[in-house]
């Protein structure tokens, strides 16, 4: 192929025994904008890392431009053309906008003078061809989001960037900004630049893209020209009618076939089987709302016994929900209602208080204290109830300790081993067991299973089962879909800081994806169970 | 258990003990080292007088090391204990000059020491603002407001307040066990009260110990408290050594304590070390100026010696964290 920018081919990568990427191949052709897709966890981060040289794949081939690269390192991706746009622009905040574009595009020399109208020039030149509104002198930490993503922008074509990746870029602009954004983007596929666009907004990919390709469990799955489905439109139609977007593009059976595509496999049955009935409501939220994080007009029952996974994609509000139970960024709008009488929840202590337990996702890297002793680690939380009198009893401690460790079965050499000398699954646990020893009425868990390795994953699910069956509400959070469909009695959906479907358990993976993403036509269908 | 896994196990558990305070030990280890040299070279260091008075002039010190090890394993600095010690000590000289007895004098400089801390703790853990700043502010603050109030006067204390109206011997064995009671006790309590847990857990990692139940802003501001109460004691520990009270006094104390708290094996990223290194710390760098004199060498030699000392240590503790991590 003539204009094929970028051609990866059977891409493989492993970070010890995970297997990220297994085979995946993915081309670019110079002016267009090619669409990646995949629910988290599905490789996409991995596979942008390889493209920009961050990571080296253990197998495959990458060709740019035609050429056959070997090693592929962020320097030499830099000077290949090849250009990253993050959703957090990487800029200098106290500098301006031309010292920013300067700093990126000009050579090193440490003590050379710098040429100020040189650089201005330069700067307002890139951004007048992008059509940006931005002053070179602006300081950018005046700018907002979009403008400050423009500006990197004008630093990537200023390098000559022939590949931009744009990973999600419209996470946190409003719809305005979106619409400025799109028209540099076409600008971009105009001028023969290849954009991949990462995104989970549906409607921007087909508004956008030529071609879009599903990553699945690290695999490429299936890579389609955009439109109606059967009828492909060579990429420079595309352009027209990507610009009168109405309804003779109708996205419905589209949408629907790249759910799927997302989606796509059946729910193993390793989960272990639901084994009680739920029981009486033990937490009732009416209408609960939280400006400070975004959480908005949440209804919801949690009963006892029962496993209600909380799904969504990332920055659906679902940890900010979480947050609100546990006191840690307090409710302003509406009701908490536990076990019957109505609370207010302002502190972690208050949270405590009323049996609330949270057991915080593991990537942020605060479930446990690394440099402390696992049994202090342990003790942390019932702190008042083990030690009454404010003195430590030791005894006690390790009693309950080893208790612990045996009972979820810790692997540790013994109850003194700092936290930091624990494995990703066993800390988890650690985490878990502080709250289990507060005998908590309603569990939260945030990500319970992230980054933890098969077996233990596999365990702390039986854990999750063992409580609901003793009575204990537990609310899950979590972005693995086999596990939401797995783990739940029933799941509830959120997307944009709010509950948008609430599904039972052993739904449809289809669905759930569907209201995590917002298709509206699947969550009003299943809003009323 | 066979009785060789028994032995493994012990000699495992005894290694991992020793690994786990290697830092305090090898300061130890210093020390006695130039104990030693010390006893071979220049016997006349052991004698019990100079000694004693070494001792007790080093025990206010020892007062707000501790409080200091206590800052800093929370993963604060304070710098402000030099004034604070400074307005503590005149007033308990204005306050004891004006015929108030001693028994009423030592709470007052406690409690005005309290009040230093409290305003630092609140807007440390209030406000949020960054300790070295803040203090860096209150130390500038409280020695000028002393500057202004005093002119440079001494205060001159009347008698019964020099030794407690005790014989200087009585006395000096008095501060001496004070320090010492207090190390034994804040070493006990730092360990076994739930307080002394939360201080290391905050310094640690203060957002885990917030999601864990603890508050972290509150230990903050106690810490500080603590501290500001310590230096009211340690003031007082200083200002009955002598007839007179200098305006200009615990300048350069705060970097006394804080060089005592680094060397001793506290991590200055907070929520690692113990009460029992710092006062192996303060004594390693206590002994530096004598030793120097026994030995005949130049006192110009004993700050480089004090300097040297402390890098090593923040060199090892670098060292050490850095592989760690890996």
Request: charged content about 20%; overall charge positive.
């Amino acid at each position: 192929m003539i204009d094929s920018l970028l051609q990866l081919t059977s891409v493989t990568k492993s970070f010890g025994a995970v297997r990220a990427l297994k085979g995946v191949s993915f081309d670019l052709r110079a002016g267009e904008v090619h669409a990646l897709l995949g629910e988290n966890g599905a490789g996409k981060s991995t596979l942008i890392k390889v493209i920009t040289g961050a990571h080296q794949p253990d197998g495959g081939t990458i060709d740019i431009n035609g050429q056959r690269v070997a090693h592929l390192t962020p320097a030499a991706a830099h000077k290949l053309g090849i250009a990253c746009i993050y959703q957090q622009p990487a800029l200098f905040p106290d500098l301006t906008v031309a010292e920013n574009i300067g700093v990126r595009l000009e050579k090193v020399r440490s003590f050379a003078r710098v040429d100020w109208p040189s650089r201005r020039a330069r700067a307002a030149q890139l951004l007048q061809r992008i059509g940006a509104k931005v002053s070179p002198d602006a300081e950018v930490r005046s700018l907002s989001m979009p403008e400050q993503q423009l500006v990197e922008i004008a630093c990537a074509l200023g390098a000559g960037a022939r590949i931009v990746i744009m990973d999600e870029p419209t996470a946190s602009l409003t719809q305005k900004e979106v619409e400025l954004l799109f028209a540099v983007v076409r600008e971009l596929r105009a001028s023969g630049v290849g954009v991949i666009y990462i995104s989970h907004r549906l409607e921007e990919i087909f508004a956008l893209a030529d071609r879009v390709t599903v990553l699945r469990d690290g695999e490429s799955v299936r890579t389609r020209k955009v439109g109606r489905a059967g009828c492909p439109q060579p990429a420079a139609a595309r352009v027209d009618a990507s610009e009168r977007r109405g309804e003779d593009t109708a996205p419905y059976l589209t949408e629907s076939e790249l759910i799927k595509l997302m989606v796509g496999r059946e729910v193993s049955s390793i989960f272990p089987p639901a084994e009680s009935e739920p029981g009486d409501v033990v937490l009732s939220l009416k209408n609960l709302g939280c400006t400070a994080n975004g959480v908005k007009n949440i209804t919801l029952d949690v009963h006892a016994g029962e496993v209600l996974g909380l799904a969504g994609l990332v920055g659906a509000g679902r940890t900010e929900l979480a947050r609100v139970l546990f006191g840690l960024t307090p409710a302003d709008a509406g009701e908490i209602i536990l076990n019957g009488q109505r609370v207010t929840i302002t502190s972690p202590q208050e949270a405590v208080a009323h049996g609330i337990a949270y057991v915080p996702e593991d990537r942020r890297r605060h479930g446990v204290i690394l440099e402390m002793p696992i049994s202090h680690n342990l003790t942390m939380a019932i702190h008042n109830r083990l030690f009454p009198g404010a003195w430590l009893r030791f005894g006690a401690e390790r009693t309950l300790a080893l208790d612990s460790i045996r009972d979820l079965d810790v692997r540790t050499s013994c109850p003194e081993a700092p936290g930091g000398s624990l494995s990703g699954g066993n800390q988890q646990k650690v985490s878990l067991a502080r709250w289990l020893a507060t005998k908590p009425k309603l569990l939260i868990l945030d990500e319970p299973t992230q980054g933890v390795d098969v077996g233990a994953k596999s365990e702390i699910h039986k854990i999750i089962r063992r409580l609901a069956a003793e009575g204990m509400a537990v609310l899950m959070i979590s972005s693995d879909l086999p596990e939401v469909l797995g783990m739940s009695d029933r799941i509830a959906v959120m997307r944009g800081g709010t509950i948008t479907a609430m599904l039972p358990g052993k739904s449809d993976a289809h669905d759930v994806m569907a209201a995590a993403l917002g298709n509206s036509a699947v969550a009003a269908d299943v809003r009323r169970l | 258990m066979s009785r060789k896994e028994n032995q493994s196990f012990l000699t495992s558990a005894a290694t991992s003990a020793t690994r786990r305070h290697f830092r305090e030990l090898s300061v130890a280890a210093a020390l006695a080292l130039v104990l030693l040299v010390l006893a071979v070279v220049a016997p006349a260091f052991f004698q019990p007088q100079p000694l004693l008075s070494l001792l007790t002039r080093e025990a206010p010190t020892l007062v707000v090391a501790c409080g200091m090890a206590l800052i800093i394993i929370s993963r604060q600095i304070d710098i402000s204990v030099g004034s604070q010690f400074a307005v503590c000590s005149v007033a308990a000289g204005l306050l004891a000059a004006s015929k108030l007895p001693l028994a009423l004098v030592l709470p007052a400089s406690v409690a005005l020491g309290a009040a230093m801390g409290a305003i630092n703790g609140a807007l440390i853990a209030g406000l949020r603002l960054p300790s070295i700043v803040v203090t860096l502010a209150t130390m500038v603050t409280w020695r000028e407001a002393l500057r202004w109030q005093q002119q440079g006067a001494f205060v001159n204390l009347p008698d019964g307040v020099q030794w407690f109206g005790l014989s200087q011997l009585a006395g000096q064995w008095a501060l001496i066990a004070v320090a010492l009671s207090l190390l034994v006790a804040l070493a006990f309590a730092t360990k076994h009260l739930a307080a002394g847990r939360f201080i290391y857990a905050v310094g640690s990692d203060a957002e885990a110990a917030r999601l864990a139940g603890i508050r972290p802003q509150l230990t903050t501001f106690g810490v500080f408290v603590f501290m500001g109460a310590l230096t009211g004691l340690a003031a007082m520990m200083n200002v009955v050594q002598s007839p007179q009270v200098d305006p200009k006094s615990g300048t350069g104390l705060e970097l006394k304590a804080i060089a005592a708290v680094v060397v001793g094996g506290v991590a200055i990223s907070g929520g690692r070390g113990n009460l029992w290194g710092v006062f192996a710390g303060l004594l390693l760098l206590a002994c530096i100026t004598p030793a120097l004199t026994h030995l005949h060498v130049e006192a110009y030699w004993e700050k480089a010696i004090q300097g040297a000392i402390i890098l090593l240590a923040v060199v090892a503790d670098g060292v050490r964290t850095r592989k760690e991590r890996n």
